[in-house]
């Protein structure tokens, strides 16, 4: 009975082990059942992450290791994200994609307060034809950033495409439903 009891405890010792010789280090972004955070310390029992809006969350180190979790910093700190931008059909293309690839460039040369680039240096900004949506065009802007400016950069970025869009005229459709009554 006691032998059976201590099983979990074991299982969390040796997968904290694991977990500490090179799946995870502190200060690794990592993102698992739909948390995202930044992994504030490893324990021999547990493994805490700090998430975005500052909760701080414990995971037994047997569920992390068991589950599949993302480690967004492990290789090169920066993440892909796409942003969709519908336009009005009609609109040239390859004239959005060169304003908002235009528009993106100086935000995406700055770094942030350890001087790093807030965006990766080697991957371009990339403006892509996505789809034939109901009322738009689809496009996706995608950039690949340091996950640790994810949220601040990303609602820069929309804002920009936003103001980029409605200084060039350029029309951001929207669905709209025509209600005959009888």
């Known amino acids: 009975g006691l032998g059976f009891a201590m099983q979990d405890l074991i299982e969390n010792f040796f997968y904290g082990l694991s977990l500490m010789t090179g799946r995870l ?31 701080v969350i414990a995971f037994l180190n047997k569920a992390l290791f068991s589950k599949n979790f993302k480690n967004m910093t492990r290789n090169h700190s920066y993440e892909m994200i796409t942003i ?4 009005a059909y009609g609109t040239d293309v ?7 690839t235009e528009a993106l460039t100086p935000i995406c040369q700055e770094r942030n307060a350890a001087n790093q680039c807030i965006t ?63």
């Open 25 to 55: 280090r502190v200060g690794d972004y990592i993102e698992c059942d739909g948390i995202t955070g930044k992994v504030e310390s490893i324990t021999y029992q547990s493994t805490q992450v700090i998430t975005g809006d500052g909760c």
């Open 84 to 87: 969709p931008v519908g336009v």
């Open 94 to 100: 390859e004239a959005v994609r060169q304003m908002l």
């Open 120 to 182: 990766d240096p080697t991957r371009p900004i990339v403006v892509r034809f996505a789809d034939f949506g109901d009322s738009s065009v689809d496009l996706k802007v995608m950039v690949w950033m340091l996950v640790e400016e994810k949220y601040a950069l990303m609602a820069r970025i929309k804002e920009t495409i936003y103001n980029t869009l409605n200084r060039n005229n350029i029309e951001i459709p929207f669905p709209q439903r025509d209600i005959h009554m009888r």
